[in-house]
């Protein structure tokens, strides 16, 4: 079992930057592939950024690509998805969350493990 706790949202005006962290107890952390994903008002869910375990690999939508960067610090358990250049169309809920194995997917259906998310607001 893995537990995620995500922290570093809020309100922010048009071009201006948050970093969310995303911290993860329980299970061994490091092996895990982990993923950030956003849910906007009366829309589905969506990909936004996944990192290997090792930290090596990562991958991002292109609608964030070039703005938000994903990191990992594995002797901290904790995840990063730094935000610049934040758009209003940013706007949503954002999750942490964990895959069983150590290779990123941009799918959420191959996450096990979720946190409650974080609100981000950005202002125009």
């Known amino acids: 079992q893995v537990q995620l706790v995500e922290s570093g949202g809020g309100l922010v005006q048009a071009g201006g930057s948050l970093r969310l962290s995303c911290a993860a107890s329980?299970?061994?952390?490091?092996?895990?592939?982990m993923g950030w994903f956003r849910q906007a008002p009366g829309k589905e869910r969506e990909f936004v950024a996944a990192?290997?375990?090792?930290?090596?690999?990562?991958y991002a939508t292109d609608s964030v690509k070039g703005r938000f960067t994903i990191s990992r610090d594995n002797a901290k358990n904790t995840v990063y998805l730094q935000m610049n250049m934040l758009k209003p169309e940013d706007t949503a809920v954002y999750y942490c969350?964990?895959?069983?194995?150590?290779?990123?997917?941009?799918?959420?259906?191959?996450?096990?493990?979720w946190g409650q998310g974080t609100q981000v607001t950005v202002s125009s």
């Open positions: 329980g299970r061994t952390f490091s092996n895990s592939a």
């Open positions: 969350a964990a895959r069983r194995w150590a290779a990123l997917s941009p799918r959420g259906n191959e996450y096990a493990y």
């Open positions: 990192i290997s375990w090792t930290g090596g690999t990562t």
